[in-house]
């Protein structure tokens, strides 16, 4: 199954208010395998970038400035995502720009349906703790050293390791095993190409005692002193 993995930086957090999707990184994901493909673009917000989300993600209004508006490159980003669901960390809060930014120039907004939320997930594997992307990338162990500022490729990067957790995990010390008991098995099997010798059948042995080993045994128990086995 083919999912995209992705994340937004905004100037806010509300859109309704006027606030905008600045950048949108994108991971492609084919049965919780990365493959490589990814979609990154930053967007021309038409508007200042307030100083408190400037110093989230680093994205300053001259930077943006000299990038294409939304309408000028939805086409590329939309063939990117295709029909397949999208994953994101808070999910509700990344549709809501990308709908909003949709709904500005007149395109179907992306449905509900499609949307995986891995904070959703994230709490109901690990009821009571600590959900937010960093908090998870240390408790799988996930390398986020080099994440200084919000980025939306870096973090959509990340939370691609996190979902595969969230989900099952590699599980790679079951295949290694698998792997391990299928070469065992193909040993036995054959050595050099030649089928192994059939084991000749032995009848079960008896597992009660004789009437001579019983004899033996009363005359053992009665050269011992006081034996417990004689009271």
């Known amino acids: 199954m083919r999912e995209i993995i992705f994340d937004t930086e905004t100037t806010g957090l509300d859109p309704k208010s006027g606030d905008r999707m600045v950048e949108i990184g994108c991971i492609e994901m084919v ?10 673009a930053y967007y021309n917000p038409e508007r200042d970038m307030p ?9 300053s209004a001259a930077f943006l400035a000299t990038k294409p508006r939304f309408a000028e490159s939805v086409d590329e980003l939309l ?20 709908n909003n930014e949709l709904e500005r120039i007149g395109r ?7 949307m ?19 908090a998870l990338c240390t408790r799988y162990g996930i390398d986020r050293s ?22 099952g995990g590699r599980q790679i010390g079951l295949e290694l095993a698998a792997v ?23 009848p079960p042995r008896p597992h009660t ?18 034996a417990i086995w004689a009271r």
Do not use: C, W
Request: hydrophobic fraction near 45%.
């Open 51 to 59: 100083m408190e989300a400037e110093r989230v993600h680093g994205l």
């Open 79 to 98: 063939e990117f995502l295709g029909d397949s669901p999208l994953v994101a960390h808070n999910a509700g809060f990344d549709f809501g720009f990308l």
């Open 209 to 226: 005692a004789s009437p001579e080993e019983l004899a033996r045994h009363k005359e053992f128990i009665a050269g011992i002193d006081n």
């Open 146 to 167: 080099h994440r200084v500022k919000h980025g939306a490729l870096l973090d959509a990067e990340l939370l691609a390791q996190v979902y595969v957790e969230l989900t």
């Open 31 to 40: 049965g919780r395998v990365e493959t490589g493909r990814t979609f990154h």
């Open 108 to 114: 179907a907004a992306i449905s509900l349906e499609r």
């Open 116 to 134: 995986v939320d891995t904070v959703a997930l994230a709490r109901k594997k690990h009821p009571g703790a600590k959900n937010s992307l960093d």
């Open 180 to 202: 391990h008991s299928v070469t065992v098995a193909a040993a036995v099997v054959s050595v050099a190409g030649t089928p192994a010798p059939a084991r000749p059948v032995r």
